[in-house]
Nanobody
């Protein structure tokens, strides 16, 4: 049974950094994986994606501030966010993708989400 569990969310001040983690159970990385978020009142959107070959994509809104990576243990996905802004506040989801993509329709499996609040 494949499962994705996020952690690392919380409340931070604007300008600070945060690293989100996603533990994958039921299979090992590398896989096509991504981070998505749902901002208040908006649809879920792609933040970052990483393919099995290590190639990455980032949404324009986080480019230069976010880094997606996979842990050495090959069971954990990370999203490091720097210079956080209040508009980054929302629920962040880890996802297994059919292929590298920032589109929600290409998500195969969702995690349950973790809240990030920037003030």
């Amino acid at each position: 049974h494949v499962q994705l569990v996020e952690s690392g969310g919380g409340s931070v001040q604007a300008g600070e950094s945060l690293t989100l983690s996603c533990v994958a159970s039921g299979y090992t990385l590398p896989m096509n994986m991504g981070w998505f978020r749902r901002l208040p009142g908006q649809e879920r959107e792609g933040v970052a994606a990483i393919a099995k070959d290590g190639k990455t994509d980032y949404a324009d809104s986080v480019k230069g501030r976010a880094t997606i990576s996979e842990g050495v243990a090959e069971t954990t996905l990370y999203l490091q966010m720097n210079d956080l802004k209040p508009e980054d506040s929302g629920v962040y989801y880890c996802a297994n993708l059919y292929f590298r993509s920032l589109e929600t329709r290409h998500v195969r499996i969702w995690g349950q989400g973790t809240q990030v609040t920037v003030s």
